[in-house]
Nanobody, 125 residues
Framework: QVQLVESGGGLVQPGGSLRLSCTAS????????IGWFRQAPGKEREGVSS????????YYLDSVKGRFTASRDNTKNAVFLQMDNLKPDDTAVYYC??????????????????WGQGTQVTVSS
């Protein structure tokens, strides 16, 4: 049974940092492309970042470039999203998602097969 679990969300002030983790059971993450998505109340889910299975190439939504960094730790079967200089507009539920191999639309939610339950990130003073 495949399960993805996100952790690391919370409340942070503007300009602060959080590190989200995505761990898995039932699959080996380094053979999967992992996407990070977020959904704010009343808004559609959007792709924030992706790290590919091959070469761990990373992709980012324009609004988070230079502030968010995706990475892997294969020894822990985990993927991370380091989020720095957080802004109130980053407030959302964040999800990790996985798909085997490589996909074309790395920030498109329809590309992904497995999803976690989400973790809340709130940026507020």
């Amino acid at each position: 049974q495949v399960q993805l679990v996100e952790s690391g969300g919370g409340l942070v002030q503007p300009g602060g940092s959080l590190r989200l983790s995505c761990t898995a059971s039932g699959l080996i993450l380094n053979t999967y492309t992992i996407g990070w998505f977020r959904q704010a109340p009343g808004k559609e889910r959007e792709g924030v970042s992706s790290i590919t299975s091959t070469f761990s190439l990373t992709y980012y939504l324009d609004s988070v470039k230079g502030r968010f960094t995706a990475s892997r730790d294969n020894t822990k079967n985990a993927v991370f999203l380091q989020m720095d200089n957080l802004k109130p507009d980053d407030t959302a539920v964040y999800y990790c998602a996985a798909v085997p191999g490589v996909v074309g639309d790395v920030l498109g939610s329809s590309s992904y097969r497995y999803w976690g339950q989400g973790t809340q990130v709130t940026v507020s003073s």
